[in-house]
């Protein structure tokens, strides 16, 4: 029985970790569903090749926030998997494996309903918010309250195709700011990146705006 409380003590704190680690990297910059699958595949090990990870690597305190990740995730995963074996090896009979296998159901039913409450995630974000806010040198910013985005208004991306309206124009032809949409700038399909354009900058096919 103690090995099924410790499996469900390590799910717990795996949990914990992730959440706290997914509130860290979106105060860096990375957008919430962003920072919660960096911080799944780097406990988990399992990988990430996504864009986002460029921007997480490149990023001297992410870089650190998942190295930490992957060390706890190697040794939470090693003592879960111990713990699940040795609580049903030193069952003895069927009527004791069922009893653990209940308890372990649902002590993990119970958890993933934890995991998921949009309550219990208000509560933990302002304390981790927190926490993070005291004991450590991450930059906390609210970078929707720092651009000031309300109503309408938001930042997003946007990939000029062929078909594409905007393609082969300059931004004085396109007049763009006549209908509230501001150009913060693009990178090209080379990679170059040009910041604050201006009027003559033309926008071509396959470049990414940022507006």
């Not at 680690?21 to 960096?38: D, I, K, M, Y």
């Not at 001297?60 to 049903?88: D, E, H, K, Q, Y």
């Not at 069927?94 to 995991?115: E, H, Q, T």
């Not at 040198?137 to 594409?164: C, P, Q, W």
């Amino acid at each position: 029985m103690i090995s099924i409380l410790s499996l469900l003590l390590i799910i717990t704190l795996s949990i914990l970790i992730t959440r706290l680690a997914t509130l860290a990297l979106a105060h860096t910059g990375l957008s919430r569903e962003a920072a919660r699958f960096q911080a799944r595949s780097a406990f988990t090990g399992v990988g990430f090749t996504t864009m986002e990870s460029e921007k997480v690597v490149n990023h001297p305190v992410r870089r650190r926030i998942l190295l930490l990740l992957m060390l706890l995730g190697n040794a939470g995963i090693v003592s879960a998997i111990t713990s699940l074996l040795l609580g049903f090896m030193d069952s003895g009979n069927s009527a004791s494996i069922m009893a653990k296998f209940l308890i372990l159901l649902a002590g993990v039913m119970f958890l993933w309903g934890v995991a998921v409450s949009s309550w219990v995630d208000q509560y933990l974000s302002r304390l981790m918010s927190w926490a993070l806010k005291r004991y450590t040198n991450i930059e906390v910013r609210d970078f929707a309250n720092l651009l000031r985005l309300t109503g309408d208004y938001s930042v997003k991306e946007l990939l000029v195709k062929e078909e594409d309206w905007l393609a082969n124009q300059t931004l004085n032809e396109l007049r763009l700011r006549d209908e509230g949409v501001s150009v913060l700038g693009l990178t090209r399909e080379n990679g170059n990146y040009i910041g604050a354009p201006r009027g003559p900058t033309e926008i071509m096919l396959g470049d990414t705006l940022i507006l």
